[in-house]
């Protein structure tokens, strides 16, 4: 008989045939092509010790020298009624060794040899006789029969464990291909979001590390690439790098300052000629956003059944770091477009603000105050940041205002105040066509309601008024307190904050006043000196003309 085993070695089905032998009373070994025996007669009892002894352990190596000379070996009779039978095991076409399968008949119990191997292993005559006697059951027709049937169980043993591989490797390979895809999907899904790049990064991160066996992952984006503050020059990490936080971020630096300009993806075992700190390899993957590189990914610590980085590792990676580096250059963009909208914006604002030397910067010293409080109050980056564009924007309606009315000296009119009033609701048309300014509407809207419903243009109350223009009514109205206007002076600090205090609950919303009083108004002073400044110096070139 001759069945191959998998090209690594795996014992599942010998487990199997030896415990399916033992229920037959079929004593089974296995020994190598020198005869050293690797698996034991597998009974119990004295007939396993009578199996077990010196003489029948050296009659098996005799056996085994006899078979290696023989292409097909042949049944060999150790002793009168005692045969064996020998199967031959191979890996990758070469003779590894043998399972052997001994049938022992009745005339076996009463032979020279039978007796020698008892004294061989101590055994009394009798009680071995007895026991060996269960085993001792099979005659030369039986032994015939039995042998083709066990040549096919092994075949079919060894078939079945070469199924179960082939359906295990498929189900590693399946599983891996689809924690592939819902990486991609996960990754696709979320790169939209370019307000909060941080969030996204991230996410990467932790998705990858978690995909696969490597004990933590990184992405190190650079100081001289286009992102925005918040992710520039920083370092983002998933999972647990097996050295200390600074010998970590070390190691990371190091990668990163040492990669040409032109560098691969590749993986590292050293820095500098120095071990790594964190695991025996690192993967080094370059993210490009546009143009130029923008961070640098790396994964360390592998872990699992096999601690080399595969090739299924490095697709991976790499796969990662294309949507890195597709939203890399897509924050780029976005960044560049909103600093040229915000600039057009905020030029637009300075040209109205410019009609009236008293109100010069005040749209830019709403924006920053109505941002400030808006963070007190809760809102996220992005939030917060249209709260700056609402700010830009609130008097955007002054446009539609004769420039008589709004630089006029001195008090106005009940009929010059009405024009004012109209300034939201021209505002509010003038953006509504702006998709992009759709969610700043309600603030330049009703930024001039009132808590108690006396404002205008349609005098909502209490929380009726949205919160970004309850926000917005503050800003602007500390900023005109604080300013000098054509029929007042710029009132005293400390005389504006009693004004809100008292205004609380009537003018303004009672619970974001003292929100509001609360703020750092360092800032603002600086930006009223800065406007103070440039409108001195217009007024200076105006007269010199």
């Known amino acids: 008989m001759n069945h191959a085993l998998p090209a690594e070695p795996n014992d599942a089905p010998q487990t199997t045939l030896r ?15 020198t005869g050293t025996v690797i698996d034991d007669a597998n009974q119990p009892g004295l007939a396993g010790v009578w199996l077990r002894s010196s003489v029948m352990c050296r009659m098996l190596a005799d056996a085994v020298r006899g078979w290696n000379g023989q292409e097909t070996p042949d049944r060999v009779e150790l002793f009168p ?12 076409g070469r003779r590894r060794g043998y399972t052997v399968f001994m049938f022992l008949t ?51 043993l060894n078939r079945q464990h070469e199924s179960e591989r082939t359906i295990g490797g498929f189900t590693r390979h399946l599983t891996d291909a689809y924690e592939h895809i819902e990486l991609l999907y996960t990754l ?13 990064i991230r996410l990467a991160v932790e998705q990858l590390q978690q995909t696969t066996e490597f004990g933590w992952a990184a992405v190190r984006t650079l100081a001289r690439a286009r992102l925005p503050d918040s992710v520039a020059d920083s370092l983002f990490v998933a999972g647990k790098p097996g050295c200390d936080a600074r010998a970590f971020r070390e190691m990371i630096d190091a990668f990163v300052e040492s990669l040409p300009p032109d560098a691969e993806p590749h993986i590292a075992s050293s820095i500098a000629g120095r071990p790594l700190p964190c695991g025996a390899q690192v993967v080094v993957q370059p993210i490009a956003g546009g143009a130029r590189r923008a961070a640098v990914l790396l994964t360390g610590d592998k872990g699992g059944d096999d601690p080399q980085v595969s090739s299924y590792d490095t697709q991976l990676i790499a796969t990662a770091s294309a949507f890195l580096g597709t ?19 905020q030029a637009m604002t300075a040209a109205i603000d410019a009609k009236d030397r008293y109100t010069c910067g005040h749209s830019e010293r709403v924006a920053h105050l109505a941002t400030e409080l808006s963070r ?11 709260v700056h564009i609402t700010g830009l924007v609130h008097d955007v309606g002054k446009i539609g205002v004769p420039e008589a009315v709004l630089c006029k000296e001195g008090r106005l009119t009940e009929a010059e105040f009405a024009l004012i009033r109209q300034h939201p609701v ?23 309601e009132r808590w108690d419903g006396r404002g205008y243009p349609h005098g909502l109350t209490g929380e009726s008024i949205p919160l970004v223009a309850r926000i917005m009514a503050l800003a602007d109205t500390f900023d005109a307190m604080s300013s000098n206007r054509s029929y007042r002076p710029a009132m005293p600090r400390e005389r504006v904050f009693e004004e809100i205090r008292r205004c609380a609950g009537t003018q303004f919303d009672p619970e974001l006043a003292p929100l509001f009083l609360s703020l750092d108004f360092s800032e603002f002073d600086r930006l009223v000196a800065q406007h103070e400044a440039a409108s001195r110096s217009v007024a200076a070139t105006r007269a010199a003309a």
């Open 19 to 33: 415990e399916r032998c033992r229920a037959l009373g079929l004593p089974v070994w296995r020994l190598d092509t």
């Open 81 to 92: 009624g005692c045969h064996v039978v020998p199967s031959v095991e191979t890996i990758r």
């Open 327 to 345: 939203f890399f250059e897509n924050v780029s963009l976005w960044q560049e477009q909103t600093a040229l909208f915000l600039g057009s914006l």
């Open 188 to 200: 696709g899904n979320s790169m939209s979001d370019l307000q909060e790049p941080e969030r996204f």
């Open 376 to 386: 007190l109050v809760g809102f996220n980056q992005h939030q917060a940041e249209r």
């Open 426 to 448: 021209i505002g509010h048309d003038i953006l509504k066509g702006i998709p992009q300014l759709e969610d700043v509407l309600p603030g330049v809207l009703s930024h001039h």
């Open 106 to 156: 009745p005339d076996a119990l009463r032979t020279p040899e039978f007796e020698a191997v008892c004294a061989a292993s101590q055994a009394d005559k009798a009680a071995a006789r007895s026991a060996v006697g269960r085993l001792a059951s099979f005659s030369a027709a039986e032994i015939d029969r039995t042998v083709p049937v066990l040549d096919w169980m092994l075949n079919d």
